[in-house]
């Protein structure tokens, strides 16, 4: 079966949407969080807890963080990219990561850019080290294509690694390029050697200014890059990665408001965008007005197809016809959308 790595922040509508999948939705899906430092509570440099926490203390970051894990998704295998966070070659945020989820009996694995921070790969050893759960390395395209060279600084036994192509938003040129890059991903340093290997991508914009308000629909390249490779057997098996939030190169944080009510769902094969309208000032429409506008295009949409055990269609079909139901917010919205996005997506791989 093959495997899906949904590509996520760690934002409340994140958290919601896993732990409101069904269990079809979970099956063979190892999310990848990447781990803001605004996202985690903890900017300051990173220092050991203390041996015996005081009485009523509230939690610390590491616990807090392992908490909202085990709530949203469980002991279920799950990569970290944490080198968002600062530490030093000594000692990371991770490691108290690590202390409070193995403390937790959760099963983290460390993900890791080749290009990151010296004393996040420092942290990343230590994590192979300790727990023998190996690790997952994103590369880019270019990079996969020198594995042969980078693989001699690599820490991490290849049979132990989880291979992750992240083409963030260039997903569009590389199915463009159509038997060239398959050539590349079948020319892959020492291909049946890795733990597993993965392509993943996004084609959601990193901004909507400039689209028109409305509805916009998007092809999903990732997918259909995805589809492409494995048409023509690239001799391993090929799993399958996206950016099931916001577009890989978004900016989320420190948005000064009003913003519009932008939303995202995923029909079979597509993206469907809505670009709205800020809630005050000149033009502006009721933010309740725009999310319920929004359900109702996404419940007429002919090739939506629903799924009867999804949290984030059920929501969405009861705000579009159920009177009395909550339109939603910003954060429930993001849930809904990624929760479906997941759903559909494990329905539709092998």
């Avoid at 958290?15 to 900017?43: C, E, F, K």
């Avoid at 429409?285 to 725009?290: F, L, T």
């Avoid at 139901?325 to 559909?344: C, D, F, K, M, Q």
Wanted: aromatic content about 8%; some cysteine.
């Amino acid at each position: 079966m093959v495997n899906y790595v949904p590509i996520l922040r760690w934002k409340q509508g994140e958290r919601t949407a896993l732990s409101n999948l069904s269990p079809a939705g979970r099956t063979n899906v190892v999310p990848l969080i990447v781990l803001a430092q605004l996202s985690y509570g903890d900017t300051k440099p990173p220092k050991a807890p203390p041996k015996t926490p005081p009485k009523n203390a509230p939690l610390s970051a590491p616990d807090a963080f392992v908490k909202q894990v085990s709530d949203a998704w469980g002991t279920g295998k799950l990569f970290i990219d944490a080198s968002d966070l600062p530490g030093t070659p000594a000692f990371h945020h991770l490691d108290n990561i690590r202390a409070s989820a193995n403390a937790a009996g959760l099963t983290l694995v460390p993900s890791v850019k080749y290009l990151a921070p010296p004393a996040y790969h420092s942290a990343v050893s230590r994590m192979i080290a300790a727990d023998n759960r190996g690790a997952a390395l994103r590369v880019t395209l270019n990079e996969m294509t020198n594995l042969a060279t980078l693989v001699g600084n690599w820490y991490c036994p290849i049979a132990q690694t989880d291979l992750i192509v992240d083409l963030g938003g260039s997903v569009g040129t590389a199915l463009a390029l159509g038997a060239a890059t398959r050539t590349v991903f079948q020319n892959l340093h020492q291909a049946q050697a890795w733990r597993s290997v993965t392509v993943a991508g996004g084609n959601i914009p990193a901004t909507l200014t400039g689209y028109l308000v409305g509805q916009t629909m998007l092809a999903r390249a990732e997918l259909d890059l995805w589809q492409a490779l494995v048409a023509h057997p690239v001799g391993y098996a090929l799993h399958f990665g996206d950016y099931a939030t916001v577009g890989p190169d978004a900016s989320t944080d420190n948005i000064p408001g009003p913003v519009p009510i932008n939303a995202k769902y995923t029909p079979h094969g597509q993206f469907q965008i809505f670009h709205g309208v800020k809630t005050k000032g000149p033009g502006s429409v009721a933010r309740d007005v725009q999310y319920r506008s929004y359900a109702a295009s996404i419940v007429a949409l002919l090739q939506r197809v629903p799924l009867p055990a999804c949290w984030g269609d059920l929501t969405i079909n009861a705000i579009a016809g159920v009177p009395g139901t909550s339109a939603g917010s910003p954060a429930t919205w993001v849930a809904y959308g990624i929760n479906r996005h997941i759903e559909l997506t494990r329905s539709q791989l092998p």
